[in-house]
């Protein structure tokens, strides 16, 4: 197969062009470029909308192997944490194009598997794929993919508008994803498969489009992020970008039980893969003080975790921890002791996480 | 330098505020995604512009090496290529996602001259940088750019639109790019020295924005594509998109001095580079018989050059040429013989081209 019969047998007959059309796609895969009317009126926005575009990529050996993802799963986590920056500025995912380079040795099947993962995800997004590019490469499978959003216009939530008083929330549990990834590395299929849930939130994340709607919605959120980097990472973001501190309870941090027993299983600190683990695509950010407990009605009321887990405060920007009674255990910290409030103490904690030139995974 | 650090010092203070925002930038770098509003009156366009959406990947030892390009090169042709697909819809560029894996052995200061590249090429073309992703790689260097451009609601220029009676053109001298490689590859400094137009036409190709632009405003043009993949490959894109047949006229084809000059001596049969080398980014397409001439006085009238090469007929898809008198010389061609026109012979050109599985490139 040449390469145009190639994308032809992965793309073709997966989105119906009257599905395509209601996204607002007059010309998709098939020419120099995709051409596009943004459909305001078929996302119930304005007509003055604006448009959301965010790039992200995985690399084969860097952020997958043959051990830790299957071929579907590779597709899906390459358009879903895309739809995850998209949620994260509040807006409606629309359209995807998805660059490939594919090393020569692999076969074309072993793509359209992975192309299975990127249409089931954008069929459970609505998602229309309008285009991409298809290179061969020495080594290494690098996908990328672009992805589209539609806002309301001047509405988009950016991580810049945390003022103090603000409560700092997310909205699920974290860590799951590293404790699934330590999971495929290190246990065997035994014991993999008693933490189903776990391997899930590493393979198949799920992006928090809806909640992100709601967040917007409220009119009561005044910055928000995804969680890819980690929470850590994604905290001290918010804390930059806006010039202010932040304060996490670690008792107000929601755990998922299982990522807690296998965390006591594996002899990791949770706290380690809980604020530096990173890619569970929960979102995490600041709504207005005297609001925050309406905006998670809202979410309860749509079956939706909301969890406030610390504040915005005056202060130098930066990220502190309040610790819980027993302390920080076996976990690394470099930041220095802060002094106590009453029995607990509270630390400054590092800006890290998932960054590809100076620091390791958790 | 860690990621975010390294990230502001490749594209921070690059392009004003006020320059990005007169380009519809609401929120450039900097956050989960990028916002734009789609500037309508600012490209002279309706309101109800059409958006335009491409992406292209470049690949270390796949499309360059360290022979071949240099670091500002790969940068400025990595966003030409994509401007050259936004300009063969007719379309204005005018944004752009920059999606890089890098070698952790690749410094800093390599990247930044990369980014050098990509944002002389981004001032040459009025195209805001507003996002992007940098990861690690285990080995080579892969950079993805998506851009996008606006053009008039329902006037992008399509492959698929060509009808017997037109006149097939191209809007410059073909198979200079490939020369140039062979340059590169072959050739000593002091050779290279004299050649220097086909190694800028390989290094920093100059997309055809005006051109497009031209095209769509003259109203005649039937179909379009760039000559990214070789132009024996992109008409026959055309055929078959808008299931006629071409013609092309040996003769008529626009030949570069310096290329058959070093066509001559390298002892590679010029037509080799022109029909199957690609990575000219010339527009290839077609327009209404009755409207070529004018559409070439067009052109000339703006300094441009404009050849038409060929016609549109009826019958199977397919790609015709019209050898010249002394017939194909040394180049291999396996199409069969047609039949004569007078002494000429006219053979079928098979579809190949750059295609990053079966073949290889010219």
Tied chains: 1, 2.
Excluded at 312 to 329: A, I, W
Aim: glycine letters at 12%.
């Amino acid at each position: 197969m040449d390469e145009f019969t190639s994308i032809a047998y992965w793309t073709s007959g997966r989105q119906p062009l009257e599905w395509q059309r209601e996204r607002g796609v007059e010309q998709g895969i098939g020419d120099d470029a995709a051409v596009i009317t943004l459909p305001a009126v078929t996302c119930g926005l304005t007509a003055d909308a604006h448009m959301v575009l965010a790039v992200d990529t995985m690399v084969e050996h860097v952020h997958f192997n043959s051990i830790t993802m299957a071929d579907e799963d590779i597709g899906y986590k390459a358009l879903a944490c895309n739809v995850s920056d998209i949620a994260a500025m509040g807006a409606i995912p629309l359209h995807a194009l998805v660059a490939i380079s594919v090393p020569k040795s692999y076969d074309v099947d072993r793509i359209r598997r992975l192309y299975d993962g990127i249409y089931a995800c954008a069929d459970k997004y609505g998602v229309a794929i309008i285009g991409g590019d298809t290179t061969s490469a020495p080594s290494h499978l690098t996908i990328s993919v672009t992805v589209t959003g539609a806002v309301e216009a001047g509405r988009a939530l950016k991580r810049s508008g945390a003022r103090p008083g603000d409560a700092l929330f997310v909205t699920g549990p974290i860590g799951m994803s590293a404790a699934g990834l330590h999971l495929l590395q290190h246990a065997g299929e035994a014991e993999q498969s008693g933490y189903s849930r776990l391997i899930a939130a590493h393979q198949r994340p799920a992006p928090s489009v809806r909640a992100g709607r709601l967040l917007l919605q409220s009119g009561a959120c005044t910055s928000l992020n995804d969680s890819s980097d980690g929470l850590a990472s994604e905290v001290w973001e918010i804390a930059e970008a806006s010039g202010v501190r932040l304060l996490i309870d670690e008792q107000a941090l929601p755990k998922s039980g299982s990522m807690a027993a296998y965390a006591a299983r594996a002899g990791v600190p949770p706290l380690d893969w809980m604020l530096y683990g990173g890619e569970d695509y929960i979102l995490t950010g600041t709504v207005t003080g005297e609001d925050a407990a309406e905006v998670r009605e809202a979410f309860l009321r749509e079956g939706l975790p909301f969890y406030v887990i610390g504040q915005v405060k005056t202060g130098d920007p930066g990220v502190e921890l309040l610790l819980s009674d027993e302390g920080f255990g076996q976990s690394q910290h470099s930041g220095a002791a802060r002094g106590g409030r009453g029995s607990r103490r509270t630390i400054l904690i590092e800006k890290r996480g998932y960054n590809h030139f100076s620091t390791v995974n958790g």
